[in-house]
């Protein structure tokens, strides 16, 4: 989950969730998409990759630099970000616009690799994350907010396992509520908790 900022942002005085009030980048963000269940294979592994590139930094910078990241990574198609090579890895260094981590950055091009896998083999990767749910969203109590769970830390297992790098289980569970696995909105945010579903 994102980290709240020392400044709260107040756009219009709606009640939402804490940690959307540290910045207008924030604020948009958790109005339009988090916690909003996503379904499409290649949105859901761009926002697995973002969040691998989060770790050790604040969600607010990886948001601003998301069209960066975009351009630099061919839109996140993975057939394409599965072919990267060396000279892509050493021009992605270079990119300024982007968080610049030789790790992350072959992590990705590495999960590029096994997403390409999973659809050669006839799976989706969609209702395979989906299927750690039931296919519906779990819904938190609004109160108590977990940084990860036996769930997220089993999903992470099975990510490492498949090849995945960077989905630890906070990771893995920042990344289920971010794409609606996990409706983890505060219990008085009037902006999304009733509608998400």
């Known amino acids: 989950m994102p980290t709240r900022s020392s400044a709260p942002f107040q756009p219009d005085g709606r009640p939402r969730c804490a940690w959307a009030l540290g910045s207008p980048t924030l604020c948009a963000y958790h109005d339009a998409e988090w916690g909003v269940p996503q379904h ?3 949105m859901l592994w761009e926002m697995l ?9 604040s969600w607010d910078v990886v948001l601003r630099k998301r069209e960066a990241f975009r351009r630099a ?3 996140f198609d993975p057939a394409r970000v599965a072919g990267f090579g ?8 270079g990119d300024a616009g ?3 981590s030789r790790a992350k950055i072959q992590a990705t091009i590495d999960g590029a690799r096994v997403w390409c896998g999973m659809r050669e083999r006839g799976e989706d990767f969609a209702a395979w994350c989906w299927g750690f749910v ?11 907010v977990a940084a990860s769970t ?5 999903m992470s297992a099975e990510l490492k396992r498949r090849g995945f790098r ?20 505060a219990l008085d945010c009037a902006w999304r908790r009733e509608s998400v579903v």
């Not at 296919?135 to 609004?142: N, Q, T, V």
């Not at 036996?150 to 089993?154: C, E, N, Q, Y």
């Not at 960077?166 to 909105?185: E, K, L, N, R």
């Open 40 to 42: 499409d294979s290649r």
């Open 49 to 57: 990759m973002l969040e691998g590139f989060q770790a050790g930094l």
């Open 73 to 75: 990574f061919e839109g």
């Open 86 to 93: 060396e000279a892509d890895v050493q021009r992605l260094l």
């Open 98 to 100: 982007i968080v610049r």
């Open 134 to 144: 039931d296919g519906r969203p779990l819904r938190g109590d609004g109160v108590h």
């Open 150 to 154: 036996p769930l997220s830390a089993r």
């Open 166 to 185: 960077f989905v630890g289980p906070t990771i893995v569970h920042a990344w289920m509520q971010a794409v609606g696995m996990v409706d983890d909105h």
